[in-house]
């Protein structure tokens, strides 16, 4: 069965830190989001991703955020300058068959 | 916010069936109920959905109330993997640029 897939597994970085959290989506899915779960939380949409073009953002993704698709086959986030409070897990998500099927995240740790 | 009010938490025997259940009162005419589980820190585990049938998959079956105000996921034979937490989240489906939202889920414990 086709699985969405994500890189690294574990991320650690220090404060101020650029970092780059990638996913591979299940190919022929066109619609791609990220989600984010700070630990003990609930998990919150960050951003879904559409014909190369933002489709919709939480108030969480600011412009310290960025998303792309930088060769056909993954999927990326960003985050330029990274806080404590940015430790979290993140979560890519491709779409078909209407329901999201979901990566096994990467945890990322900021120091 | 989630349209979704679910139990805190639930325990359940090994080899019992779990039933969990939803309220989504304010579900429109064109939402769907999924259900998704959590294992630990694992990514978000698709499970079901459904719009007003009864619907069964080899993992559980959903049981949609006829006022579709809410449902229930029944896990016929619950067994210690199952433990995880479980989300229930109305959505039209097939609105690509919609967002699952996700509430705080019931955490399933089943139990030896």
């Known amino acids: 069965e086709p699985e969405v897939t994500q890189t690294p597994s574990h991320q650690v970085t220090q404060m101020g830190q650029e970092v780059i959290l990638r996913c591979v989506p299940i190919?022929?899915?066109?619609?791609f989001y990220w989600y984010r779960q700070i630990l003990g939380q609930k998990v919150e949409f960050l951003v879904s991703?559409?014909?190369?073009?933002?489709?919709?953002k939480s108030e969480i993704f600011d412009d310290q955020f960025s998303v792309e698709r930088p060769d056909g086959s993954n999927f990326t986030l960003k985050i330029r300058s990274t806080k404590l409070e940015d430790s979290a897990m993140y979560f890519c998500?491709?779409?078909?068959?209407?329901?999201?099927?979901f990566g096994p995240g990467t945890r990322l740790t900021v120091l | 916010d989630a349209k979704t009010t679910q139990p805190t938490s639930m325990d359940c025997a090994e080899g019992r069936a779990a039933n969990l259940p939803c309220n989504h009162s304010?579900?429109?005419?064109?939402?769907?109920v999924y259900w998704y589980r959590q294992i630990h820190s694992q990514g978000p585990q698709y499970i079901i959905h459904?719009?007003?049938n009864n619907e069964t998959n080899e993992m559980a079956s959903l049981i949609i109330t006829e006022d579709r105000k809410s449902s229930t996921l029944i896990l016929p034979h619950a067994t210690l993997r199952d433990t995880a937490v479980y989300y229930c989240?109305?959505?039209?489906?097939?609105?690509?640029?919609?967002?699952?939202?996700f509430g705080p889920g019931t955490r399933l414990s089943v139990l030896p």
């Open positions: 190919s022929n899915h066109l619609y």
């Open positions: 989240i109305v959505r039209v489906p097939g609105d690509y640029g919609q967002n699952f939202v």
């Open positions: 304010t579900i429109s005419g064109n939402e769907y």
């Open positions: 459904g719009l007003k």
């Open positions: 998500a491709t779409v078909g068959a209407d329901t999201q099927y």
């Open positions: 991703f559409y014909n190369n073009e933002i489709s919709e």
